[in-house]
């Protein structure tokens, strides 16, 4: 006889409270105390209790899981770091609710719409996040027409009726500017990220708008791709340039390791002719030679709090606009004061 699979009238009893009461632990719904929760969560690991998700979806016609579509070439997704840890964020509330993430990463375009399309009529998700967002997002519309809810990392420029999870560029932006006019850095140039991407975009602005802050000209920008050949590419028009800079702020920590790498191949020593300064803050940025100056971003709790308020959403709570801390500089041994000064 196959072994009894334990059910939520065991942990109920094990943790001496109502199937109801568990049920909204387990969902992470709202109105049971942390300690009652954490007492329920404890009862169900020691019964290895594990969800029936088919019993479930067919009682309330639910997926219990979450989507994400990526449209970013398959090859090169493993080396952004941004969303392998932006994904772990959203696995770690899922994880502890018995619920699953549907990724599908694709081409832009119609392969892009078709993927949403798919998530909604095949009823695999509940919800979906929607990232980088882009000029006049067209999936704000069409997720909606698809009647999925959904959670938009940052504000669109276009009206949505969604609740967005933002994080503030503008501060760490500022404060490399501020930090490089400080060491004494006239020529500062920045590599920017796509300008159809709000956030590449708005990274872009605030860089401009330091720079007029302390009255200098407007320093170069190329546009990179997030992408580490992009990074090179950039790098290498503006340090072939006659009036090269003195130090480059860059969109991402990837763009900006490999423009390090530029600079050494060059024999430009970093920091010594060549300030630096990334975004993100991953965890190479540390470990590299040298340690890059870089705008430290929560992104493993942006995942975490994107997936609570998208199943707030789910769950039909109220789930308005949520503000994280900002995003703040990282001052290590890539920026010095200019070779000339």
């Known amino acids: 006889m196959a072994e009894r699979r334990p059910t939520i009238a065991d942990v ?15 969902n992470g719904r709202p109105g049971v105390a942390a300690a009652t929760r954490e007492r329920i969560l404890e009862a169900a690991e020691a019964l290895s209790w594990r969800p029936n998700h088919r019993a479930r979806s ?41 619920q699953a993430l549907v990724l ?49 990392l940052n504000r669109p420029d276009v009206p949505s ?34 300008d ?22 407007l320093g170069r920008v190329e546009v990179g791709d997030f992408t580490a050949s992009g990074g ?9 340039a006659p009036d090269p800079p003195t130090a480059i702020v860059y969109a991402n920590d990837l763009m900006a390791i490999a423009g390090i790498n530029v600079a050494h191949g060059l024999g430009i020593s970093v920091p010594a002719r060549l300030s630096v300064a990334g975004y ?3 965890e190479l940025s540390a470990h590299l030679h040298p340690p890059l100056t870089t705008v430290r971003t929560d992104v493993f709790g942006w995942g975490q709090v ?24 990282v001052v290590r041994r890539s920026t010095a004061p200019p070779h000339d000064v």
Do not use: M
């Open 104 to 152: 599908q990463v694709v081409g832009g375009g119609q392969a892009e719409t078709e993927g949403y399309r798919r998530l909604a009529e095949d009823g695999r998700v509940d919800g979906v996040f929607l990232t980088d967002l882009r000029r006049n997002d067209p999936r704000i519309a069409l997720v909606e027409r698809l009647g999925l809810p959904a959670i938009t």
């Open 196 to 217: 159809d991407f709000l956030h590449g975009r708005g990274r872009r602005e605030a860089f401009l708008d330091a720079l007029a802050a302390h009255g200098l000209p």
């Open 280 to 282: 993100d803050d991953t």
């Open 161 to 194: 009726p969604f609740p967005a999870v933002c994080l503030n560029d503008r501060p760490g932006i500022t404060a490399a500017v501020d930090h490089l006019v400080g060491l004494g850095h006239a020529r500062i140039a920045h590599v920017a990220g796509p």
């Open 306 to 329: 994107a997936a609570r308020s998208l199943l707030a959403l789910i769950n039909g709570e109220s789930a308005g606009d949520v503000e994280l801390e900002p995003a703040r500089l």
């Open 12 to 26: 109920a009893r094990r943790a001496g409270v109502s199937k109801g009461t568990v049920s909204f632990a387990l």
């Open 232 to 240: 090179t590419a950039a790098t290498r028009r503006l340090l072939a």
């Open 58 to 98: 067919l009682s309330v016609s639910r997926a219990f899981a979450l989507g994400l579509v990526i449209a970013r070439d398959p090859s090169l997704l493993g080396s952004d770091p941004f969303f392998p840890t932006f994904i772990a964020g959203v696995e770690t509330v899922l994880a502890e609710r018995g």
